[in-house]
């Protein structure tokens, strides 16, 4: 993998469910597959490990607590027409946490993946 490679993990409740939804939907290409347990996709430079419950990153942390899918964080993906991604997205059925949100640096909306993970769509403002 290149230098510039950027490796971000999102833990998921079915491995083969995240694959499906990041290929078809946002473009990513399947790297390895190790499902139920683990895959890697990718898009550019980003690698985004999705770690299922049976994978290493799934075991319960000392203090007992389970990791698990969801939170604020997300990936951030920019692209060049928000309006039309956000389109094709609803016709194939991708769940929206929200609305379009414009602001002086740009137009954002988050997606929903299967296990609860965000995923921010951007389109830069014209400067």
């Keep these: 993998m290149p230098e510039t490679t950027v490796n971000v993990r999102y833990m998921v409740d079915d491995v083969e469910a995240a694959i499906t939804w990041y290929t078809s939907h946002l473009g990513f290409s399947l790297l390895t597959n190790y499902a139920p347990a683990f895959a ?3 898009l550019g430079n980003l690698r985004l490990l999705l770690s ?3 994978s290493s990153a799934g075991r319960p942390m000392p ?3 389970q990791p698990k899918p969801g939170g604020w964080n997300r990936i951030h993906l920019i692209v060049d027409d928000l309006p039309a991604t956000v389109a094709r997205l609803r016709t194939a059925g991708v769940r929206f946490r929200n609305d379009i949100v414009k602001g002086p640096g740009g137009a954002q909306i988050l997606l929903v993946d299967p296990s609860g993970n965000f ?3 951007f389109q830069p403002a014209q400067q």
């Design 52 to 54: 299922g419950p049976t």
């Design 40 to 42: 890697d996709v990718q």
């Design 63 to 65: 203090d007992g607590e």
């Design 119 to 121: 995923v921010e769509l």
